[in-house]
T-cell receptor, first 112, second 114 residues
């Protein structure tokens, strides 16, 4: 069943603004989370990951925050660009690396 | 370095027909996966393989079979296609040398079953 979900199916932001995409999970035993980006007509692409022993991890223009108390994680994109328009999926890692459990995705639309 | 490739890109089948989807990767990855993606849904794992000659069931394996005869190839078979198998199929690969969630995906195969 669905144990990883996103709060909003769509998010519209203006170019240059910061974007925040949220995700909730239900399995308290989950210890590893990943964000993927899927552009139209393409396969998902790895963005950033975080382990449960961390609260925050930063990449290039992206930051993932993990709140284990409320089983919530978020993806923050700084200075959102048109090229960031895509569907974003959070996923939890299962079975020590063999499988990913994906949420349903949030569609991010960046407007000029 | 092509990464992960899938053939065909698009296929239309009639109910009851069979077909095989081919996935190939040139990154020497040990692990390979088949997912399906339905509208408004995330990806769901069908089958996966942790090495040549080994396969295992994922979340939604019914109606599908797989084979991993060569390390670089992972085949997904539909013996008797059903309209419920209309979906976009993604293959992915990964390596135990990479972070556990780092999977490389192919471009997908769109399958329509009439």
């Amino acid at each position: 069943g669905e144990s990883v979900g996103l709060h909003l199916p769509t998010l519209s932001v203006q170019e240059g603004d910061n974007s925040i995409i949220n995700c909730a999970y239900s399995n308290s035993a989950s210890d590893y989370f990943i964000w993927y980006k899927q552009e139209s007509g393409k396969g998902p692409q790895f963005i950033i990951d975080i382990r449960s022993n961390m609260d925050k991890r930063q990449g290039q223009r992206v930051t993932v925050l993990l709140n284990k108390t409320v089983k919530h994680l978020s993806l923050q994109i700084a200075a959102t660009q048109p090229g960031d328009s895509a569907v974003y999926f959070c996923a939890e890692n299962l079975n020590s690396g063999y499988a990913l459990n994906f949420g349903k995705g949030t569609s991010l639309l960046v407007t000029p | 370095n092509a990464g992960v490739t899938q053939t065909p890109k698009f296929r239309v089948l009639k109910t009851g027909q069979s077909m095989t989807l081919l996935c190939a990767q040139d990154m020497n990855h040990e692990y390979m996966y088949w997912y399906r993606q339905d509208p408004g849904m995330g990806l769901r794992l069908i089958h996966y393989s942790v090495g040549e000659g080994t396969t295992a069931k994922g979340e939604v394996p019914d109606g599908y079979n797989v084979s991993r005869l060569k390390k670089q190839n992972f085949l997904l078979g539909l013996e008797s296609a059903a309209p419920s198998q209309t979906s976009v199929y993604f293959c992915a690969s990964s390596s135990p040398l990479l972070p556990a969630g780092t999977q490389y995906f192919g471009p997908g195969t769109r399958l329509l079953v009439l």
